[in-house]
């Protein structure tokens, strides 16, 4: 009789959804890595640049530096950080389908897959940036380490899935329709402004901060800075909760579309 | 073992595909029926825009019918061919790991990539960017790792036809040596390959699929239907 190949031997589902977990989750970090020879260092380099830049020109309006309860450039290091945690998330995993069409030849390839792995690998990375934020204006001399770690890893787990949600969701919109990516792009920018990235809520009106709450970026924002800054007074009305809460809808619905129009982005 | 009863390795039951273009889209399979038996080679013939692609497509599993279903009792590889399957920005040696690697290969990775190397001969090319490939290189290259894998059926589309004498002469070896275990199914307009490899074949005419249960029949259909003389029969 034939000889069995382990390699191409039956193979449960989850063991096959796992091989394929495996195997993109390597070729995306070696691609992540190797897109060009600055590639390492622009991955860190870009989100330091980012927070240098910004806190240069806050600090050089010196406007508004007054924030209730933390020091002003520990507060925006920490906000900006997690807000592009979750930018980077999202359009990384909008992207991965149209980066990873030539391999749906492969029937186990599916496109949920690439969004999933390239969503796990990015936040595996952006934990890292975080760390090395953290360590570094430790070591400049500011208070940035954390007085509430594990509360402060559940705001990144929800930021984190939020993420995703909204990479799986727009993926399927973009392989569609295309130019829907500049919307998105678009829209990122006013995000934010309107998360209390930079200019804090708490001096805004309470009629305006009522509708600023619809954003769950501003409670995910506002929470990291509390779970950082025991004294931080955040703005009233954050919950973790309401994250979760579009976090899982963003991420069931994304799977659903996913399943709905599987095959056809597949035949793209 | 008997061959009458043993249900057929591959069956196509009234398959219907269309595809939704800008601008509408025609149906490209109109009710496609046939059986495939056990350890079979098959050749695909037909037209340009034909359907033949499409069919090898749908029966790789990349698409589905949107009528009618495919039975599969075996294991059948990716539609080897021109295009798909290779990521251009990365080396022949990571597609190559990649593609093992899904296929839960990870222990014996070295074995496959020995294996695709030495049937691919490409030389320092294999840590190489595949967009850097030559059609005949990446042809090569594909070949390779699907032989690699153990499976029932081969798709291949127009994989050969960029090939040199010496790649179909080892191609046409590898088959012959999996004789009673693998078969092909085989998209390609160079009728002596398909007569090499091929035993049966199926014509596909205006959306349907016709069956020969011998290659050369389904070929002769197929010249006839366009008006080409054969250079077989002129030989004769």
């Known amino acids: 009789m034939k000889d069995v190949n382990p390699a191409t031997a039956v193979r449960s589902p989850y063991k096959v959804a796992w091989h394929v977990w495996t195997a993109l989750f390597m070729r995306e970090f070696v691609s992540r890595m190797t897109t060009d020879r600055f590639a390492p260092v622009w991955l860190f380099l870009q989100p330091i640049l980012h927070v240098v830049i910004l806190v240069a020109v806050r600090d050089f309006i010196g406007k508004g530096r007054l924030i209730p309860g933390a020091e002003f450039i520990p507060w925006l290091v920490i906000g900006i950080t997690t807000f592009i945690m979750f930018r980077t998330l999202w359009i990384q995993g909008m992207n991965a389908i149209q980066a990873n069409k030539a391999l749906f030849a492969y029937r186990q390839v599916h496109p949920a897959d690439t969004v999933l792995v390239r969503c796990a690998m990015e936040a595996k990375l952006q934990a890292f940036v975080l760390m090395i934020m953290v360590f570094m204006f430790t070591g400049l001399g500011f208070d940035m380490l954390p007085d509430a770690p594990l509360e402060a890893v559940e705001v990144l787990l929800a930021m984190s899935l939020l993420g995703l949600g909204m990479g799986l969701t727009t993926s399927v919109m973009v392989t569609f329709f295309p130019e829907s990516s500049k919307i998105v792009n678009l829209i990122s920018f006013p995000l934010y402004l309107l998360s209390g990235v930079m200019i804090p809520i708490q001096f805004m009106p309470h009629g305006i901060q009522e509708y600023l709450l619809y954003n769950p970026l501003l409670h995910a924002v506002e929470l990291i800075r509390a779970e950082f800054f025991s004294s931080y007074h955040a703005v009233q009305g954050v919950s973790l909760w309401y994250v979760y809460q579009w976090a899982i809808c963003t991420v069931l619905l994304g799977l659903a579309l996913h399943v709905k129009f599987k095959v056809r982005m597949v035949a793209r | ?236």
């Open chain 2, 1 to 236: 073992m008997d061959i009458q009863n043993e249900p057929a390795m591959i069956e196509a039951k009234d398959v219907w595909k269309r595809y939704h273009g800008p601008f509408g889209g025609g149906w490209v399979l109109k009710g496609v029926d046939f059986k495939i038996p056990r350890g079979v080679s098959v050749g695909l013939v037909g037209k340009n825009g034909a359907g033949k692609s499409t069919l090898l497509r749908l029966i790789g599993g990349m698409d589905s019918p949107d009528k009618g279903e495919i039975i599969e009792r075996c294991r059948v590889s990716w539609p080897i061919g021109l295009g798909g399957g290779f990521q251009g920005s990365m080396t022949g040696r990571q597609n190559v790991k990649f593609v093992a690697r899904i296929h839960g290969g990870n222990a014996d990775i070295d074995r496959i990539i020995d294996e695709v190397q030495d049937f691919a001969e490409i030389g320092p090319a294999f840590d190489q960017p595949i967009h850097t490939y030559s059609s005949g290189m990446r042809s090569r290259l594909a070949f390779g790792l699907s032989l690699a894998f153990n499976f029932d059926v081969y798709l291949s589309d127009e994989a050969t036809a960029v090939g040199d004498v010496s790649f179909k002469q080892k191609a046409k070896k590898a088959f012959k040596e999996r004789v009673g275990q693998s078969s092909l199914i085989m998209v390609s307009h160079a009728t002596k390959i398909l007569e090499d490899l091929c035993q049966s074949g199926i014509w596909l005419h205006e959306g349907k699929a016709i069956w020969f249960d011998d290659l050369k029949d389904a070929i002769d259909a197929y010249h006839d239907s366009v008006g080409h003389k054969p250079k077989t029969k002129k030989a004769k």
